[in-house]
């Protein structure tokens, strides 16, 4: 369960999270207005360099594209770390509006909470013969069919038994089947490695004194303190070792890898400091974005997020974006 997924449970519970912020409480899925600029200014335009206008078209394309090449007309499809559904319902909607009335999507999540929040909306949308919750962990589910398409969003940098996982959705999958994820690899805990920790404590130095409030502690941090989210439930517990594990298994005719020391600034402690209309905080986040790139491009970092469409066979490549392939994305350490 990662730490999102635990502060929701605590939320669930009644114990409000302090954002530290004049009287405001910052809820499991508030995600900060700096995150969303830098993704649809930055991060978007590098998608479209797999042919694609954004994550959700990423996901929704590949799924629709792996029913065509298994070639069946039923096609029953696997989400993993499924969470309340959101993405998995607005992909739904959009195949029935497509024409594309006869599938499944297997939405797997342990907390039955989400579950039933998730039931509840397809039930109010008239998805539920489509949207489908399975009560598992995806550190122990097993696999039941046999399926048309795979995704897994923002999940499998959570799952401690990761290579258990891979090897059982690399059985479930049909021949010609996608499998299409965004996921964490950056170091374990969303940690930095050294390199990229000096590149971050550069960068916090030019922070003024109310950018440097940790809306998770409630304090003011001086100095950039590297937290490993692992410690909290299991956030980023396998983060280092998703793409490894993936390249054993799968090729990656898709891939695109970006991010790393602009992380911290657009995350939860601190993303909310900044904010999208004031030009100094623009200016600041598109600075370390494209120091970001600068120093993938040379080698010097490598990537802490990914987006993918993987296939059991061997694909011919179609695009690795920037000409950064998977490999070169793998620190080595």
Same mark, same amino acid.
């Given at each position: 369960m990662g730490?999102?997924?635990?502060?929701?449970?605590r939320l669930g519970a009644g114990q409000a999270f302090g954002s530290g912020g004049p009287g405001r409480q910052l809820v499991a899925h508030d995600v900060p207005a700096i995150f969303h600029h830098w993704q649809d200014t930055h991060v978007q335009p590098l998608l479209h360099e797999l042919g694609v206008a954004d994550a959700e078209t990423l996901f929704g394309h590949?799924?629709?594209?792996?029913?065509?090449?298994?070639?069946?007309?039923?096609?029953?499809?696997?989400?993993?770390?499924?969470?309340?559904?959101? %993405?998995?319902?607005?992909?739904?909607?959009?195949?029935?509006?497509?024409?594309?009335?006869?599938?499944?999507?297997?939405?797997?999540?342990?907390?039955?909470?989400?579950?039933?929040?998730?039931?509840?909306?397809?039930?109010?949308?008239?998805?539920?013969?489509?949207?489908?919750?399975v009560a598992a962990d995806c550190n122990t589910w097993r696999a039941r069919?046999?399926?048309?398409?795979?995704?897994?969003?923002?999940?499998?940098?959570?799952?401690?038994?990761?290579?258990?996982?891979?090897?059982?959705?690399?059985?479930?999958?049909?021949?010609?089947?996608w499998f299409v994820t965004s996921a964490r690899i950056g170091r374990n805990g969303h940690q930095r490695w050294p390199e990229a920790l000096a590149e971050v404590h550069r960068c916090w130095r030019e922070l003024p004194a109310s950018h440097r409030w940790n809306h998770h502690l409630r304090r003011s941090e001086q100095a950039f303190t590297d937290w490993d989210s692992a410690r909290i439930g299991d956030d980023g517990v396998r983060a280092q070792d998703v793409l490894p594990e993936l390249l054993r298994r799968f090729s990656l005719p898709l891939f695109l890898g970006y991010g790393n020391v602009i992380d911290p600034f657009v995350g939860t402690a601190f993303g909310p400091n900044f904010a999208p209309g004031n030009a100094w905080d623009r200016g600041?986040?598109?600075?370390?974005?494209?120091?970001?790139?600068?120093?993938?491009?040379?080698?010097? %970092?490598?990537?802490?997020?990914?987006?993918?469409?993987?296939?059991?066979?061997?694909?011919?490549?179609?695009c690795h974006a920037r000409g950064l392939a998977p490999e070169q994305c793998v620190r080595q350490r």
């Open positions: 730490v999102m997924r635990w502060l929701a449970d590949f799924l629709r594209d792996s029913a065509t090449r298994t070639g069946n007309p039923t096609p029953r499809f696997l989400s993993l770390g499924a969470g309340d559904c959101r %993405l998995e319902l607005r992909l739904a909607k959009a195949f029935v509006k497509g024409g594309l009335t006869e599938f499944t999507i297997d939405c797997v999540e342990p907390n039955p909470l989400l579950r039933s929040r998730a039931r509840a909306t397809a039930l109010g949308q008239g998805l539920d013969q489509h949207v489908v919750g069919h046999r399926y048309d398409g795979v995704i897994a969003n923002g999940s499998l940098h959570q799952v401690a038994r990761l290579e258990r996982l891979l090897d059982e959705v690399q059985k479930s999958m049909a021949d010609g089947a600041f986040v598109e600075t370390v974005h494209e120091r970001d790139e600068e120093l993938l491009a040379n080698g010097t %970092l490598t990537p802490t997020h990914m987006y993918a469409v993987m296939a059991r066979e061997a694909e011919p490549v179609r």
